[in-house]
């Protein structure tokens, strides 16, 4: 409905342009004042970029983020590397963001007409205030790996399903904001399918407990990440990118110490496959997909909406999760598709109940403000 809207506004707004157009060129509006056929043609023509640009991004949101998390689980868990170093693919993929937040930097002042990004310089006192955020951000990354290493692709979806939960528990904690029943209703629905997932993955006897858990950490971090990233943007000029760069050159440095305390610079130095050039394509190609990920994200929700984007989200995951049962050849019984179900279907109804609410309570605003400018002014002479 939301993009249906903005297309239909870019077509009333292409059209009028045509028409007005026409009539300063003299006879391209007929004597009734009905636009000419080339208005038409001309909103018909912005009517399918705009079509083509949404379709376009979108799937190229749904490639990068799925084929991420596949390459992720290869490089996690695959039989064929059988590499046991969660942190430290974790850390190349932040120092991967860093170096092409760095390259895309230089290119910006090389070709400022071809590439468009903030000029970088490194200020100690904005690392100091993003540190708060790299804390969280590298325990929601490290949490996320983590989940993934130790469950199927498949279960993925519902391990890290929570994060909707924990937003609306520390909106209420932290932010002291109450949610609407609808609200937690749809919270009660993601919670029952986290719990019957939980269940059906366990009778299938390939359930993770250590798993379970690390997905409900990065479910905490996820809703964590949201909040302190609202507080830190202002010490970035409110530019994303220059906080994508600090906080993945946090990270790099937050990794180092926990590289050497879990073991894994000696993992590492004794990996059979560390001089192939395999693993070091896949790794590379992992960070450039972790760096892609937040531009398409903010690329989607730019031409769509954040309803939309969501909505996307949660189609991809269902996506993401039948692929994975596919690719893997894995049964599933009909109780374990219901939590996935109730999973996604708790999150899209969310969502929605969000986005109603939010726009109700713009109205409202919108509404008092035009009360409140209608009041007639009270003279200064007037008696009271």
């Not at 038409?40 to 705009?50: G, P, R, Y």
């Not at 690392?127 to 951000?137: G, M």
Request: net charge positive.
């Amino acid at each position: 409905m939301k993009r249906q809207q903005m297309v239909n506004g870019i077509v009333k707004e292409t059209a009028e342009k045509s028409s007005m157009a026409s009539s300063s060129n003299g006879g391209a509006r007929s004597s009734r004042g009905l636009p000419g056929p080339g208005a038409s043609q001309e909103a018909s023509l912005s009517l399918t970029q705009k079509f083509i640009q949404i379709t376009l991004v979108v799937t190229a949101y749904w490639t990068v983020s799925i084929s991420m998390v596949f390459i992720n689980k290869y490089l996690l868990s695959s039989p064929d590397l059988k590499l046991d170093a969660p942190l430290f693919v974790t850390f190349y993929q932040c120092s991967v963001t860093v170096l092409l937040c760095l390259l895309l930097s230089v290119l910006s002042r090389v070709a400022p007409s071809l590439v468009s990004f903030p000029i970088l310089r490194f200020d100690y006192k904005i690392t100091r205030e993003v540190l708060p955020l790299s804390v969280v951000f590298v325990g929601m990354i490290t949490f996320n790996n983590l989940c993934l290493k130790n469950v199927g692709v498949a279960f993925y979806t519902v391990g890290r399903s929570l994060t909707t939960v924990f937003n609306v528990i520390l909106s209420y904690t932290i932010l002291k904001q109450t949610t609407s029943i609808k609200a937690i209703v749809c919270c009660t629905i993601i919670i029952s399918g986290f719990i019957l997932g939980v269940d059906q993955e366990g009778n299938s006897g390939v359930l993770s407990y250590m798993g379970v858990i690390y997905g409900i950490l990065a479910s905490l971090c996820v809703s964590l990440n949201a909040i302190f990233t609202k507080k830190v943007l202002p010490s970035v000029d409110n530019n994303l990118w220059k906080l994508m760069f600090y906080n993945n050159v946090n990270a790099v440095v937050l990794f180092l110490p926990l590289l050497l305390l879990n073991g894994e610079i000696i993992v590492i130095r004794d990996f059979d496959k560390l001089y192939t050039f395999h693993f070091w394509m896949m790794m590379s190609v992992s960070g450039v997909f972790g760096f892609m990920i937040g531009f398409i994200t903010g690329l989607q929700i730019k031409v769509t909406s954040p309803l939309t984007h969501n909505i996307s989200g949660t189609a991809k995951a269902c996506a993401q999760t039948i692929m994975a049962v596919m690719y893997f050849r894995e049964y599933k019984t009909s109780l374990w598709w219901l939590s996935n179900a109730l999973v996604l279907g708790g999150s899209g109804g969310y969502t929605h109940v969000r986005r109603t609410e939010m726009q109700r309570q713009h109205d409202e605003n919108v509404k008092a403000r035009a009360a409140e400018d209608a009041k007639p002014l009270r003279s200064p002479n007037s008696v009271v």
